[in-house]
């Protein structure tokens, strides 16, 4: 079982703490543990219903109703305020909800009812983006174990690789070409597909080389396909202190290309970066960076 204290639930859950706080001693919706030193501590029950009374709140319930409701009420009820993918937070419960109870039916489900109702890449940004930063802050806590963040990872990636694959290959000559890769011993790779889709999506040329490439490929590689950008995103890989030098040599290896940067370790304030590199800090900079560099308009609607 995990173990949250009451400001790990106020960054999961969006409600703060004196009002949580307020919730416990009013209406009883929780009643944490609390440790020698009178210090609350929750656990994994505590977070579900925490989750489920915020999204009925948030869509104008009273709380003095919702902390009367039983937990197959509670779950009835927030199941309902799902049905409206325009209403992001639900969706994003549902999400969390589903993979603390490793549930991959009502993952799908969900994912797949947003997008055909707002599209995929709205659904990407606001719910897919606040919900892995949830499972971040689960993840930080010890609350949530290997296979439920696998679960709910590998979903993800089938769902953003049938996007792409759902796309037409551009071949325009006028078209941007890129190359998209991981480095060696990189494996986070939901970030990049995503990229890959943005950029598919607005009609870019993209050669998608995904995980683990060795950087010393990535020459032969250029030279073959000729690309005028190429993206990578750095989450683990490499060592920061070894960050400067993984730059510098592929700056040499590719002078004469545009690289952009993406990810945890390229946010560094003192990183100084070679010529001819971009660091991105969200993917809304992507997104207008494919949007700048787009030969037409084919965004979804």
Aim: aromatic share 6%; proline share 6%.
């Amino acid at each position: 079982m995990g173990q949250f204290s009451i400001k790990d639930l106020e960054s999961l859950s969006g409600i703060k703490a004196h009002t949580i706080r307020m919730w416990e001693q009013r209406y009883g919706v929780l009643c944490p543990e609390r440790t020698a030193t009178n210090i609350r501590t929750y656990c994994d029950a505590d977070l579900r219903r925490l989750l489920n009374v915020a999204t009925l709140c948030e869509r104008g319930q009273r709380i003095s109703q919702v902390a009367s409701l039983s937990e197959q009420e509670l779950c009835r009820a927030v199941a309902a305020c799902c049905d409206d993918p325009h209403q992001f937070n639900p969706q994003i419960t549902a999400l969390l909800t589903a993979t603390l109870d490793m549930d991959e039916a009502r993952l799908s489900c969900v994912l797949s009812r947003a997008g055909e109702e707002i599209g995929f890449e709205s659904t990407v940004m606001n719910i897919v983006y606040p919900f892995l930063y949830r499972v971040g802050v689960l993840w930080q806590t010890g609350s949530l174990n290997p296979a439920q963040e696998h679960l709910a990872t590998h979903l993800l990636r089938q769902k953003l690789l049938a996007a792409v694959d759902a796309l037409p290959v551009s071949e325009s000559e006028h078209a941007p070409r890129w190359v998209l890769f991981l480095p060696e011993g990189e494996l986070h790779e939901l970030a990049l597909l995503f990229m890959n889709y943005l950029l598919r999506v607005r009609g870019h040329r993209v050669l998608y080389l995904g995980q683990n490439l060795p950087v010393c490929e990535l020459a032969k590689v250029c030279t073959h396909y000729k690309p005028q950008h190429v993206a990578t995103v750095l989450t683990t890989v490499p060592e920061r202190d070894q960050l400067p030098q993984f730059l510098a040599k592929l700056a040499s290896l590719c002078p004469d290309l545009d690289f952009v940067l993406y990810g945890p370790l390229v946010h560094q304030p003192e990183l100084e970066l070679p010529p001819r590199f971009k660091r991105i800090e969200r993917m809304t900079g992507v997104i207008e960076l494919a949007d700048q560099l787009s030969p037409a308009q084919s965004v979804e609607a």
